[in-house]
């Protein structure tokens, strides 16, 4: 049984800012697979939920006419992976998408629940970061728009200001057009498991076969998702060759500030993380036309 006192729901983003400037204490709930399972664990009893799954608006993926990728928060990530948007200009999404839960989960599951929720292991975060992606958040007193990276605070918390709603995650063209990219998720099981380690490169490459851009995003390996500046800054011009590939990794690993849990050692983690960026910018650089093998 769910404990619920109350249950709005909302059809404009107008009517839900209006609902959470009235009542501070609602709980938004999208897909409800993180509120409701939470609930169901006992926390969060007498909840007065707000339900945004009827705000059209906050549903899809727009490409914009100056080229900006807007996504929907409401988009499940069912609709992501085959969103032909998304598969044509930004696939790594496509790809991390395929990789949350189960397909019962991703017909539900939104990508705004996902971010919101804070965890570090977010299936989307790690490639989100990767492509510099913005976060627009509105409540009744306005709107701002700020940089992923900024929105997460710290384990299971995000700038989430009271009565603000995510209204859109948009990614900017030069964020995205010329890069390829691979996101690998590392779990025990290879459905319906939480990741040990999700790592999401995107590269650039130039004439001459040289490393033009590279950005890792990484989730778990922090109480939060993160980048990793000195890997990305020691790629830029570097020649595509095993010591690269070497260097990167290990920089890498400098970035991290991996936890033991009962999933994985800290120890176990950091060795993934070397790995599977090196992995991963393979990948990357063999789907942008470059030499994969290393
Ligand atoms: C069986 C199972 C398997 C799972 N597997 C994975 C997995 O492999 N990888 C993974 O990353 N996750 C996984 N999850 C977790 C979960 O499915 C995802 O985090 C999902 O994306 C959450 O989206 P939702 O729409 O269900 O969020 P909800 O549960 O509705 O909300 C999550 C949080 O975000 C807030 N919120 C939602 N939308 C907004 C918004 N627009 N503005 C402001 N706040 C908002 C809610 O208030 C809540 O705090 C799994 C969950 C289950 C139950």
Redesign the pocket.
């Known amino acids: 049984m769910y404990d619920i006192q109350e249950y709005l729901t909302a059809t404009t983003v107008e009517e839900a800012t209006a609902l959470l400037a009235a009542h501070p204490d609602l709980?938004?709930?999208?897909?409800?697979?993180?509120?409701?399972?939470k609930m169901h664990h006992g926390q969060g009893a007498k909840a007065r939920l707000l339900s945004?799954r009827g705000i059209q608006s906050?549903q899809g993926v727009r490409l914009l006419a100056d080229g900006t990728i807007s996504i929907g928060?409401?988009t499940t990530?069912s609709r992501l992976a085959t969103d032909p948007v998304i598969q044509e200009h930004i696939p790594i999404l496509a790809e991390a998408a395929l990789?949350?839960?189960?397909p019962q989960?991703r017909n539900?599951?939104?990508?705004?629940?996902?971010i919101?929720?804070g965890?570090t292991?977010?299936?989307?975060a790690a490639t989100l970061f990767a492509l510099n992606a913005r976060l627009k958040l509105e409540s009744s007193q306005g709107e701002r728009v700020i940089p992923i990276q900024d929105f997460y605070l710290g384990p299971g918390r995000v700038d989430?200001q009271a009565g603000?709603?995510?209204?859109a995650l948009s990614i900017a063209p030069e964020d995205y057009r010329g890069y390829s990219g691979r996101y690998i998720k590392f779990s025990q099981r290879r459905a319906?498991?939480?990741?040990t380690l999700g790592v999401a490169v995107l590269c650039r490459l130039e004439a001459g076969g040289l490393l033009a851009d590279v950005r890792i995003g990484l989730g778990v390996a922090g109480p939060a998702p993160l980048r990793c500046p000195p890997a990305e800054e020691y790629a830029r011009g570097q020649k595509i060759t095993p010591e690269t590939f070497a260097a990167i990794g290990r920089l890498a690993v400098s970035s991290t500030r991996a936890r033991t849990s009962w999933r994985a050692s800290r120890e176990y983690r950091e060795h993934l993380v070397g790995e599977l960026t090196r992995r991963a910018l393979a990948d990357a650089i063999a789907r942008a036309g470059g030499p994969g093998s290393i």
């Open positions: 709980t938004i709930i999208a897909g409800g697979t993180d509120v409701l399972i945004i906050l928060p409401l990530f990789s949350l839960g189960g989960i539900v599951a939104t990508i705004g629940g996902n919101c929720n965890a292991s977010a299936d989307s989430l603000e709603l995510l209204t319906m498991d939480i990741a």
